[in-house]
């Protein structure tokens, strides 16, 4: 199946303050012995769909993260916006027919994550595709951040942004869009799991 999927960039989100971890780059913050971006990137590469190329979301330390040999991606707009903002800069240097968004601190995303997202995409012909998964309750929860979505899509994300909006969600509403619920047997329940705090790292790393 994978071979028969459209080719995508992957883009790893890590312009964020870091508030509620004293302003750190999450990205560079040590998990196990390695960075939470080494984490990421990592994961891509092993995905059962390996990405075309990978961009990186970066606004601070930005010769460290270009030392990783992947292009590094300013927000283009000030003030840190959210994660909306690095979207829009990943899909505005995308060369590809798909962008997949991940974030630096959630280091174990599923390994089929972008095949499963591009296969609901193809099947659905969807612009957005999102993945969830379920809460201690069995809700489903969405984790928009992991975020499948068309390049071509940058001009009304900017619009959007632009106008004072920020939440994934409602951009996501506007298109047509589908979720993948990553709550199949074999399917990690900690996969989206991720880093906000010196006591969720530890509680990463004793994983």
Known sequence: MA???PSYTALVLAGGQGSRMQGQDKGLVLAGGQ????HALARLQAQTLAPQTVLISANRNALTYASLGWPVLPDTLPDYPGPLAGFLTGMQHCTTPWLLS???????????????????????SADIVIAAD???QGEQRKQAVFCLMRP??????????????????????RHRYSVV???????????FFNVNSAQELDQLISR
Do not use: N
């Open 35 to 38: 960075r939470l971006i080494d």
């Open 3 to 5: 071979d028969t999927l």
């Open 181 to 191: 619920c990553f709550d199949q047997p074999g399917d990690d329940p900690m996969a």
């Open 102 to 124: 991940v974030p630096c601190d959630s280091p174990q995303f599923p390994q089929d994550l972008a095949e499963r997202l591009l296969v609901q995409a193809l099947h659905d």
């Open 134 to 136: 379920r809460d201690s």
């Open 152 to 173: 071509t899509l940058a001009e009304d994300l900017s619009a959007f942004v632009l106008s004072g909006q920020g939440k994934i969600g409602a951009w996501v509403a």
